[in-house]
């Protein structure tokens, strides 16, 4: 019998191999700027046309390659950064394994420009699938320069399943912001499509996590700086009012390679005890110094996976640190903690008050007492009206019964009119039913009602536009500008008329009817971040936009509502397409029988 195993040609095994290397187009930017980092570059540029798709380009001002390294890089398993497999306990950079840049080049138009200081000429390669098209001598700067243009041009199957732009938009972005953020002292930029979406200069952690995140960030930031035997912890965390219901805007760091662990994001998580909702998430940004010998990065391509030698220690050293840093600054309940001037409040409960130098003054006691007798009149005050309240409680009667099926009245069998809902702890919308009562989350039920609404303004039934007497002028990060600026057309078609006015701000001339103006900055800033992080989700425009809007400009679960507005809402409610659940899943509403509750009883 013949033999029928044999090698593989090099352009077919680089093309495997970047199935697992170059996911997609953020991939190439992960691998190239961290070639970038690893080359001590000062200055660093990302251009990409298309999310990536037709161009992504990286120039730096770093080491240079010679003419022999130039063309050795493309080699598969080709690196400077080990010699031997010990080194793999030593790993200091952020590429090592030699594959990235051969298997970029074998699904792409690659044109690579290098230099290094004090050479007259620089070499310029032009390869094309795994073929070498151009090798000569040229004039560059000093640096490196890749251009990769038609990303998986040769690989059909796998430019087919790439996501819509915004969401390949998306990614890279976030590749873009973990290699800026944990790299203060590399000015970076990013160009797409011909516009500057970033230009972050060189400073330290707190400028660039400013820079990126926005000014609003700086003041609700604690600092986190600790050092044991095993772990240094440096990085920032947020204040509850940074919490979002997204991960987002999570950043773990080792040694400043990005990771991924679950395991460790939790231990963050439990640091802040009661200040997070189940379903909230903090904000925080911290890079963990630790030996390199204690920990095993090689475990896949990505280098995002981590095996530590200490994982449990590390797990406590979080979680304390992190309880700890938000107890020093007053943010949770605490003992003596020294505090940091900036985050003091100007009074509190002890009695003291700062002075204009910010130096701590107790409070004369005359004034102390008076202090305490407001307290106690307000208290007082609160202690009748919740009587009064429990009282009006006891006499409560409920409903009368309401027929549960008429078609002819409603297309979702559900008629409510006939009967008087009332509301419980602020929160829920409850009314009798034939076979018993049901009990509606009033946030859900209008998510529900708002979505559907937003849709059919989106599909061509406009909203219209309150025109305000003086426009309102929001200024916006310019991964957010970018985002908005695209969104004005359907945002019009939503009764929300914006209009860009340069370098991330915006003029805000109107909008429908319901929304308050004194929060509706807060509510545009929301939905935009609830829209980025929704790409993924592979909605479509119009239904992300829809959502993103429903979720934040939905009453809460905290308004009290008169009982007309709970009949209207009963009734919006019921005459949607899908009453059950909220567009996020949620359910709107719960039935519960009589004869259950009967049987409670026996």
Known sequence: MADIIQLLPESIANQIAAGEVVQRPASVVKELLENSIDAEATSIQLIIKDSGKTLIQVIDDGKGMTETDARMCFERHATSKIRSAQDLFSIKTMGFRGEAMPSIASIS????????????????????????????YCQTPKGTSISVKNLFYNVPARRKFLKKDATEYNHILEEFKRVAIINPKIGFRLIHNDNEIYHLPEGNLRQRITSIFGKSVNEKLVPIEEETSIVKINGY??????????????????????????????????????????????????????????????????KQEVKFEEDRLIYNYLKVTTKACLAKYSITPTLDFEKDLSFDRVYNETGYQKNDSGIKMHLPVEERRAKRKEIESWESMYREIQTDHDADDQHITLPSTVSLIEEENNPNGVDLKASQPFQLHHQFIVNQIRSGFIVVDQQNAHERILYERYLKALEGNNMGVQQLLFPITVDFTPEKAATLEGLCPELLKLGIKIEPFGHGSFVIHGFTSGMEESNFKLILENVINQYLDNIDLDLGNNENLALSLAVHSSINRSKKLEVEEMQHMLDDLFATENPYTSPSGKKCFVTYELDDIKKRFI
């Open 237 to 302: 965390i947020g204040r509850p009012e940074l919490n979002k219901k997204t991960k987002s805007d999570q950043y773990l760091f080792v040694n400043g390679r990005y990771i991924k662990s679950p395991y460790l994001h939790h231990a963050i998580k439990n640091g802040y005890d009661n200040m997070l909702g189940d379903d909230e998430y903090p904000f925080y940004i911290l890079d963990l110094e630790i030996d390199p010998s204690t920990i095993d990065i090689n475990i896949h391509p990505t």
């Open 109 to 136: 138009h690659l044109h690579l420009k290098t230099k290094q200081e004090g050479a007259e000429l620089g070499t310029e390669i032009i390869i094309h699938g795994s073929t070498l098209k151009k090798q000569e």
